[in-house]
Every structure is written in structure tokens, then in C-alpha cells.
């Protein structure tokens, strides 16, 4: 079963503008992860968020961990054309083994 | 660094064919990852494997899935007969031991796309 759930499944943005992406989990979590992946492509790591953290910063990047919530969310600034792309969260449940499950994704896309 | 090296990139096979996946995963890390993506849906964990023992494989269709990882370093994916249904991107993933690493990240290989027809 999945345990992260993405929110909107799908977004169009015009470039240069924000791209906002939710997270909800159901149980709790060592860390929650994003990664992004391409179409026809791999995934890449994004940004690794711990329990214990609230806000992350990487680049253009920005997630926030709200626990209480059980719920994250990834920033994207300034958009660009190539962070079109499915963006997923992963987490890693305590008692879980450190198995990484994955939600169903958001798929941006950043209009010219 | 190498990353993960998946082969072959992709295979079209009949149905009730059988058909092996290959995954080198990142010199030294001991846990390894078996993922599932059917069209439009996050990864799906098929087995995870910390060196060559297996950790979970709860999601596992064992009636006609297996993995191996003998030396606890390459690992091979296995159907065995393919249903139209297994049609997807498997995809190998890496990361250092978390019983030893506070950073779990996975690093993943391209995928195998798997056609059945």
C-alpha cells in the first residue's frame, strides 16, 4: 500500500512562477523524501527532510515537514522549463524497516 | 561516481514468457530496492534487500516474481510466466545501510521498461 499521497496530481504553471506540491503520509516517519522523474526517465533525489526538521532549503528548492499534519510540501521557485517533470514524496516509516514508499506523484508542467 | 546500472533498458515479450531484470547497484551500498512503476503511478516496492538477505518482500507476487542477490551486490528481478498486467518500469534502487547511516537516500537506475503482448 502507499503511504504518501500528492496533492494536485497535476499542475500547469507559466514559467518563472511558483510551483507549490503537497505531501500527506499516514504514519510516522523517520524522514520523507522528494525526488523528481523525468518522463521515460529514473528518479532523482531531491531533498531529504528528517522528523525532527521543519524547512529545508536546496537552490530554487524549499520543503517543509509539518508532523503534526502528518503532511510536507515542496516549493519550486522561479519555474523553469526543464522542472517539468512528476514529483514524487517518499517516506520512511518508523517500524518499517527503512523500506522508501512512494506516493502517487504530481505531474508539473511549466508552460512557456 | 557510477550510479546504478540497470539492464537491458527495455524488453517486449509474450505473454507467459519468462524475462530477467539485471541491477549493479552503487559500490558499497548494502541495501538494495526492487520497484514496480506501472503508467502514471508512484514506484511500488517489490523487495528490498540489506547485502544479500532479504528485509521485505510483502508486496512480492511470488507465485511468478523472484530476486536474488547472491553476493550481496548485483541482484536479478524474475517473472515466471508474465502476465499482460506486469507490463511496467521495474526499477533498481541503492542506499547505505540505514542501520549505519542517518541518510537513507536512494539513488535509482534508468528502469526496465517490460512490454507483455
Known amino acids: 500500500s502507499q503511504q504518501g499521497e500528492e496533492d494536485p496530481q497535476a499542475l500547469s504553471i507559466q514559467e518563472g512562477e511558483n510551483a507549490t506540491m503537497n505531501c500527506s503520509y499516514k504514519?510516522?516517519?523517520?524522514?520523507l523524501q522528494w525526488y523528481r522523474q523525468n518522463s521515460g526517465r529514473g528518479l532523482v533525489h531531491l531533498i531529504l527532510?528528517?522528523?525532527?526538521?521543519r524547512e529545508k532549503h536546496s537552490g530554487r528548492l524549499r520543503v517543509t515537514l509539518d508532523t503534526s499534519k502528518k503532511s510536507s510540501s515542496l516549493l519550486i521557485t522561479a519555474s523553469r522549463a526543464a522542472d517539468t517533470a512528476s514529483y514524487f514524496c517518499?517516506?520512511?516509516?518508523?517500524?518499517?524497516?527503512?523500506?522508501?514508499?512512494f506516493g502517487k506523484g504530481t505531474r508539473l508542467h511549466i508552460l512557456p | 561516481e557510477a550510479g546504478v546500472a540497470q539492464s537491458p533498458r527495455y524488453k517486449i515479450i509474450e505473454k507467459r514468457q519468462s524475462v530477467a531484470f539485471w541491477c549493479n547497484p552503487i559500490?558499497?551500498?548494502?541495501?538494495l530496492y526492487w520497484y514496480q512503476q506501472i503508467l502514471g503511478q508512484g514506484p511500488k516496492l517489490l523487495i528490498q534487500?540489506?547485502?544479500?538477505?532479504?528485509?521485505?518482500d510483502s508486496q512480492l507476487p511470488k507465485d511468478r516474481f523472484s530476486a536474488e542477490r547472491l553476493k550481496g551486490v548485483d541482484s536479478t528481478l524474475k517473472i515466471q510466466p508474465a502476465k499482460l498486467e506486469d507490463s511496467a518500469v521495474y526499477l533498481c534502487?541503492?542506499?547505505?545501510?540505514?542501520?549505519?547511516?542517518?541518510?537513507?537516500?536512494?539513488?535509482f537506475g534508468q528502469g526496465t521498461r517490460l512490454t507483455v503482448v
Open positions: 559500490s558499497g551500498h548494502a541495501t
Open positions: 534487500f540489506q547485502n544479500n538477505g532479504v528485509v521485505d
Open positions: 517518499a517516506t520512511d516509516a518508523v517500524n518499517r524497516d527503512d523500506k522508501i514508499i
Open positions: 534502487a541503492s542506499s547505505l545501510d540505514p542501520r549505519h547511516s542517518l541518510n537513507t537516500e536512494a539513488f
Open positions: 504514519t510516522s516517519i523517520n524522514n
Open positions: 527532510i528528517r522528523s525532527n526538521e
